[in-house]
Each structure stands twice: as structure tokens, then as C-alpha cells.
């Protein structure tokens, strides 16, 4: 019986886990500046309410290629970033 509830706690955390990275909030913002060679890009950005983040101009890195090559200078996006190692990061546009 433990190791059914164990199960079933381990599947609903694993669950909730997965909902909440398909759940990130996209942002709306304005390609600033790209930078292909050091993999950053600088946004001007509205509130990034998953980070508790006002609207500002910042850099962001991009560890994704795809994503990077996506870019343009000029170009309105809306993104999803989080913190990775510590580091502002860019981990979805559309």
C-alpha cells in the first residue's frame, strides 16, 4: 500500500512539474541588439511576471541556436526567459 502511495504521489509531482514549465507566460518585446558571436540578445521588454521583473531594456543570454538565429534586430517577439546557472536566458519565442 506505501509503495502505491508513494507511486501516486511521485506521478502527480511529476505532473505538476511538467504543467508548470508548459505553463510559462510569454512576454511581448522589441529585438534591441544581437549579438550571434557571445549568444546574448537585448531585449526592450514588458513585465516579466514569471521572473517579478518590471519592464526595462536588458541583455538576455540564448543558449538555443535556433532560437538565436530567429532574431532579428527590429523584430517584435514575445519570449519566455528563466534563470539558468544563474543567468537571465531565453528559452522560447513566437
Known amino acids: 500500500m506505501k509503495t502505491l502511495i508513494k507511486l501516486t504521489l511521485a506521478s502527480a509531482l511529476a505532473l505538476g512539474s ?4 508548459l505553463a510559462a507566460e510569454f512576454t511581448k518585446g522589441t ?16 513585465e516579466l511576471k514569471d521572473l517579478e521583473m518590471p519592464a526595462m ?9 535556433a532560437i538565436m538565429e530567429k532574431l532579428k534586430e527590429g523584430a517584435n517577439i514575445e519570449f519566455t526567459a528563466e534563470r539558468i546557472n ?4 531565453v528559452t522560447e519565442i513566437k
Open 18 to 21: 511538467a504543467y508548470g514549465a
Open 86 to 89: 544563474g543567468k537571465l536566458t
Open 57 to 65: 531594456t536588458m541583455v538576455f543570454r540564448v543558449q538555443d541556436d
Open 31 to 46: 529585438v534591441k541588439k544581437v549579438d550571434a558571436k557571445a549568444k546574448k540578445v537585448t531585449l526592450i521588454h514588458e
